[in-house]
């Protein structure tokens, strides 16, 4: 059974950077792609980055330039390394594993880890 566990977030100041760390169990991680999403307070979840089983990368647009996704297949685990980060990036985070066009594919989602930009 699929289990997702986010962490690494806080608070930070705008300017500043974070990585975050997702592990998965209960599926062999190294034939997914997996995906970070965020939802801010009142907002829809949105896709911020994914990144292919042959590590192949895709970001949002506010996400290029500032974010980086990678995963390590033996600790089934994906990173997202943020800097540059300002207010409008507060949101949980969340990962899961998704399809070729990086839909997420269960309704099951982890807690998230918490990321507050702020003086």
């Known amino acids: 059974q699929l289990q997702l566990m986010e962490s690494g977030g806080g608070l930070v100041q705008p300017g500043g950077s974070l990585t975050l760390s997702c592990r998965s169990s209960?599926?062999?991680?190294?034939?997914?792609?997996m995906a970070w999403y965020r939802q801010a307070p009142g907002k829809k979840r949105e896709l911020v980055a994914g990144?292919?089983?042959?590590?192949?990368?895709i970001y949002a647009d506010f996400a290029k330039g500032r974010f980086t996704i990678s995963r390590d297949n033996v600790a089934s685990t994906v990173y997202l390394q943020m800097r540059g980060l300002n207010p409008e990036d507060t949101a949980v985070y969340y990962c899961?594993?998704?399809?070729?066009?990086?839909?997420?594919?269960?309704?099951?989602w982890g807690l998230g880890t918490l990321v507050t930009v702020s003086e």
């Open positions: 209960g599926i062999i991680f190294s034939i997914y792609n």
């Open positions: 990144i292919t089983s042959g590590g192949s990368a």
């Open positions: 899961n594993q998704v399809g070729p066009l990086m839909e997420p594919l269960t309704d099951y």
